[in-house]
């Protein structure tokens, strides 16, 4: 517990039921963050000035946050908006948030590109409650939020989730057996593509400034459901990797060529911590899976 000093845990959910009566959200909103009759916890990333209200069964985000007062994924988000910002000027447009839990990336990427629409889709709805509380807790609720996930066609189907890290919920098809009995919970969410959201909803790809991908292994899903999407859109993508997974169900030789077939270049992050900041070919993104030293590591992919 002493690591969390900057953290406020409450055993009784009375705490943060009076922090989410003084905030405008819906009632049904409200009680879905309620029903579980679960305490919360309040977490200071304060030297980004942000707080986010999390599960207290949370055992990653808020540690993280607990031990460097930053927003979880702060240097990974940071590495991004080097290749988006223009002389440390924020472009106005679009940036989409695949997979965004409680909001942490949307949340600091609005107040970082401050003249930005960011696009926030979740598709477990505990996450998607907690990310609308987020939202309106650190004034951002210009964020368009959305109770969805993004794959390759429309559908429903049942969301595995960790109770201890619930931003690692993800598909039945890719939790992988070594790590099964993480995976306690079942939901039932819905599922669209990017191409087919982006016309309903008028998004004009052109204007599109960055997409943070991380969907715990559906990533071939998001990009074979929008080819047309991602052909079209210049701005540079951070997305997971996780090339254990697509082998497994499949996909990996397919998802493979789609890359290299839109992008010229990456920047694996794990490698730009260790001191390799050049870009590399495409091409050799083929060598990625037998580099790595962990089940995932995080990719930037560019065109230019």
Same mark, same amino acid.
């Not at 189907?157 to 890719?174: F, G, Q």
């Given at each position: 517990m002493?690591?969390? #000093? ?5 055993k009784y ?8 009566? #003084?905030?405008?959200i819906?009632?049904i909103?409200l ?5 579980n #009759?679960?305490?919360y ?6 030297l ?6 999390l599960n ?15 927003t979880w994924a ?7 908006l ?10 106005r447009g679009i ?10 990336t949307?949340?600091y ?10 696009y926030a889709?979740?598709?477990v709805r505990?996450?998607?409650?907690l990310?609308? +509380? ?6 951002s609720d ?11 066609s429309? *559908? ?7 109770p ?10 890719n939790?992988?057996?070594?790590? +099964?009995?993480y995976?306690?919970?079942?939901e039932?969410?819905?599922?669209t593509t990017l191409?087919?959201?982006a016309k ?8 599109v #400034?960055?997409?943070?991908i991380?969907?715990e292994?559906s990533?071939?899903?998001v990009?074979?459901g929008?080819?047309?999407? *991602? ?6 993508v951070?997305v ?6 697509y ?6 030789d397919l ?9 010229t ?9 260790n ?5 590399r070919?495409i091409k050799?993104l083929?060598?990625v899976?037998?580099?790595m ?5 995080n990719?930037?992919l560019?065109?230019s």
């Amino acid at each position: 517990m002493s690591k969390l #000093k900057n953290i406020i845990i409450r055993k009784y959910d009375s705490f943060a039921l009076r922090i989410l009566n #003084k905030i405008p959200i819906s009632n049904i909103v409200l009680n879905g963050l309620m029903r579980n #009759k679960i305490p919360y916890i309040i977490a200071n990333a304060r030297l980004d000035g942000l707080v986010f209200l999390l599960n207290s069964s949370d055992k990653v985000i808020s540690y993280y946050i607990g031990n460097t007062e930053r927003t979880w994924a702060y240097d990974e988000m940071e590495f991004m908006l080097k290749f988006i910002m223009n002389n440390d000027n924020p472009p106005r447009g679009i940036f989409l948030d695949i997979g965004a839990n409680v909001g942490t990336t949307s949340i600091y990427m609005q107040k970082r590109l401050n003249n930005n629409q960011i696009y926030a889709f979740e598709p477990v709805r505990e996450n998607y409650n907690l990310l609308k +509380a987020n939202c309106f807790l650190n004034n951002s609720d210009s964020i368009i939020a959305e109770n969805i996930g993004i794959s390759d066609s429309e *559908f429903t189907a049942v969301m595995k989730t960790d109770p201890n890290n619930m931003a690692s919920s993800r598909l039945e098809k890719n939790v992988l057996s070594e790590y +099964a009995s993480y995976y306690s919970g079942n939901e039932k969410a819905r599922f669209t593509t990017l191409d087919i959201y982006a016309k309903d909803n008028g998004i004009k790809i052109e204007n599109v #400034k960055g997409v943070w991908i991380d969907v715990e292994g559906s990533e071939p899903s998001v990009f074979l459901g929008s080819k047309d999407f *991602f052909r079209k859109c210049n701005a540079p993508v951070y997305v997971e990797y996780n090339p254990k997974i697509y082998e497994r169900n499949g996909e990996y030789d397919l998802f493979l060529e789609l890359l290299m077939d839109i992008y010229t270049s990456f920047i694996c992050w794990e490698d730009y911590q260790n001191g390799s900041k050049a870009r590399r070919d495409i091409k050799e993104l083929k060598f990625v899976k037998d580099e790595m030293k962990n089940v995932f590591c995080n990719l930037l992919l560019l065109k230019s």
